[in-house]
T-cell receptor, first 114, second 110 residues
């Protein structure tokens, strides 16, 4: 069954700690994305990757880092530089990064500060 | 600055009636629009899309209308079913990325 798997579903972070959110897809999609959702706001793009070993900053990349070493995987690290990390994080993928390709989403990771 | 807006946070409709969800946008460069549906504890799933060269696209019970002059699109669900109860997001593309609205929570009352 093809899809996108995000783990963990819930994550707690201590002050000053880096955490990594996992995103794996078996859809053979080239493009992958990370979004952040806050209450009362739409999804905001953090980073995206059009192809392996390449990624681009989105609108709110500060305090985050990503890697794309494998086509299937696009982990997001929330660093200690991100001052307001509490949010719902969604990973998505699409066949390619074309502007008419619908994105397929994972079920999300909710990150909270301890 | 929210370029895609869904001004109604929630909507309740009786089963069998029409549900109309609305979305407004500000950027005239947007040329492709989508609707996503999201159930609790799940990610959004793609529902229907429309290109700016069209003003209507229909898929079964779901129809999306685009009014470019008003920068407005709407999603019609006819007839509404209890299983349609979910949060609906509209999104718009400017050839670089998608911009998402804040979502409208639809409740279909049996």
């Amino acid at each position: 069954d093809g899809g996108i798997t995000q783990s963990p579903k819930y994550l707690f972070r201590k002050e000053g700690q880096n955490v990594t959110l996992s995103c794996e897809q078996n859809l053979n999609h080239d493009a992958m994305y990370w979004y952040r959702q806050d209450p009362g706001q739409g999804l905001r793009l953090i980073y995206y990757s059009q192809i392996v070993n390449d990624f681009q900053k989105g609108d709110i990349a500060e305090g985050y880092s990503v890697s794309r070493e494998k086509k299937e995987s696009f982990p997001l690290t929330v660093t200690s530089a991100q001052k307001n990390p509490t949010a719902f994080y969604l990973c998505a993928s699409s066949i390619d990064a074309g502007p008419r390709q619908p994105q397929h989403f994972g079920d999300g990771t909710r990150l909270s500060i301890l | 600055d929210q370029q895609v807006k869904q001004n109604s946070p929630s909507l309740s409709v009786q089963e069998g009636r029409i549900s109309i969800l609305n979305c407004d946008y500000t950027n005239s460069m947007f040329d492709y629009f989508l609707w996503y549906k999201k159930y609790p504890a799940e990610g959004p799933t793609f529902l229907i899309s429309i290109s700016s060269i069209k003003d209507k696209n229909e898929d079964g019970r779901f129809t999306v209308f685009l009014n470019k002059s008003a920068k407005h699109l709407s999603l019609h669900i006819v007839p509404s079913q209890p299983g349609d109860s979910a949060v609906y997001f509209c999104a718009a593309s400017d050839y670089n990325q998608f911009y998402f609205g804040t979502g409208t929570s639809l409740t279909v009352i049996p």
